[in-house]
């Protein structure tokens, strides 16, 4: 039996369109559907003023600009030339007026360390008188008679004066040695241990002004030694 076979060409050999022939085997593929869409619509037409870019770019050539004014960009760079110059200048203004500071700074400075130099001068005669005085009261310190008590009264009043100047006296006995403030020109051996490098007694004073050393003090200093064992 013979297989009937639908033949799927649309058209024929001489490019007419044919119609599909029923088989057994298939059925004939629907017709396709009309359109029904409408046509799609122009574009709308781009505006005069686009018209001359567009030309342009289609050229490869730049659009023209408005022209610009010389006069206008000389002014322009002449503000900020001059701009760039006032911020020199504020700078360097302020350059000199801290440099102005320092010195004035450092003249002040300088000035009270000349004024500290003096005052060590002069109170260093001073500083001797009281010295000797205290020398004479310290050969009779139990002396109570009316001439160790007027050498007592001015050896007061020349410290009270010196202490005005700024000059204060430095106390040592009984502290810690410091070689900053004192220097050491006897040596007292001793068993205690407590008492190692210890000042036990002050031969000269010694003086400050404000907070520089004018004169160390002369003292004796404690040195531990250890008992020997029987």
Known sequence: MTERVKDRRRFDADGNPREAVEGTREQAEPPLPACTEEPPQDYPAPPPEAEPEREAQASGEAPAHPAVDPELVRAQLELVGARRRVDELARAYQAVMQDREEFKQRLARE??????????????????????????????????????????????????????????????????????????????????????????????????LNDRVIRPARVKVAKFVRPAQA
């Not at 001068?121 to 109570?144: M, Q, T, V, Y």
């Not at 002050?202 to 003086?207: I, K």
């Open 111 to 208: 000035r009270e360390r000349m004024i500290d130099l003096e005052k060590g001068k002069a109170a260093a005669a001073l500083l001797e008188g009281i010295d000797e005085l205290d020398r004479c009261l310290a050969a009779s310190p139990a002396d109570e008679s009316p001439l160790a008590k007027g050498v007592r009264l001015i050896r007061d009043k020349l410290l009270a004066k010196a202490q005005e100047t700024g000059i204060q006296r430095i106390e040592v006995v009984g502290k810690p040695f410091d070689p900053n403030v004192a220097e050491a020109v006897d040596m007292e051996v001793t068993a205690d241990e407590d008492a190692d490098q210890r000042v036990t007694a002050e031969l000269d004073a010694g003086y400050r």
